[in-house]
């Protein structure tokens, strides 16, 4: 088994029976998907929200029930992905684009459990550019306003596209050296008129960091 599905198997482990669980995005949350549907059909049952179309079709593929987000309150458990996790459980996410609708799953969520191999974890985030979700009007002034945050940013692109998230916005993948300070830079980044959010996800969110290792085990870091 590799190392991103030990640590999605041993994240769906936290879930019970009658939980609300928010489903995240990316090959890392696939393998907690497949493992939930896996549950599902041997009598778990729980509801789930998901943080896009994409983690929706999977769910349906795997047979996982899904509610409407506008018919719940809070999430018991969310799983999801991270493109970096540095020494203080700060994230980058956003690499497959969902970073608005994870991070809404996240900060409504009782437990948000972070699944990454050993490759996702650095010193200080900064390796990884930062995904900004911006709208498509006057995008090249927003970048204007990124770039004097001392990053250079550059529009996302699918093939030929450039590529449009599920919210129907576009992404500035923002390249940095090192962040020193994640919530200071968060915070900068969303006071931009333009800006929707970013993939800066404060380690005050994350409840676990579950690591699957190359040695067949996996190591949790709170
Ligand atoms: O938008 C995508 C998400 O933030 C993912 O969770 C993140 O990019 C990690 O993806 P993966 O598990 O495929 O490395």
Redesign the pocket.
């Known amino acids: 088994m590799n190392s ?1 599905k030990r640590a999605a198997e041993k994240a769906v482990e936290y879930i019970q029976d009658g939980m609300i669980v928010g489903l ?6 696939y393998y907690a998907i497949e493992k939930i549907g896996e549950r599902a059909r041997s009598g778990l049952r729980i509801k789930a929200v998901a943080s ?1 179309k994409r983690s929706e079709e999977l769910a349906k593929q795997f047979g996982v029930a899904l509610v409407p987000i506008e018919e719940i309150d809070s999430i018991d458990i969310t799983i ?4 970096e996790v540095d020494n203080n459980n700060n994230l980058i ?7 608005l609708r ?1 991070k809404i799953l996240a900060s409504h969520s009782k437990r948000f459990v972070v ?2 191999d050993e490759s ?1 974890l650095v010193g200080k985030l900064g390796r990884f550019p930062v ?1 900004v979700e911006i709208v498509p009007f006057a995008s090249n002034l927003t970048l204007r306003h990124l770039r004097a945050l001392d990053c250079e940013p550059r529009i996302r692109r699918d093939a030929e596209n450039v590529y449009i998230t599920d919210n129907g916005n576009m992404i500035a993948d923002c390249f940095f050296d090192i962040i020193e300070d994640p919530e200071i830079l968060s915070a900068r980044m969303n006071s931009i008129p333009g800006v929707v959010e970013n ?1 800066l996800f404060s380690h005050t969110m994350v409840h676990a960091v579950i690591i699957g290792t190359e040695n067949d085990t996996v190591k949790i870091k709170k």
Do not use: F, N, V
């Open positions: 991103k995240g995005t990316g090959s890392t949350a896009s999801d992905g991270a493109d996410k956003g690499g497959g684009g969902a970073l994870e699944i990454i996702k995904p993939g």
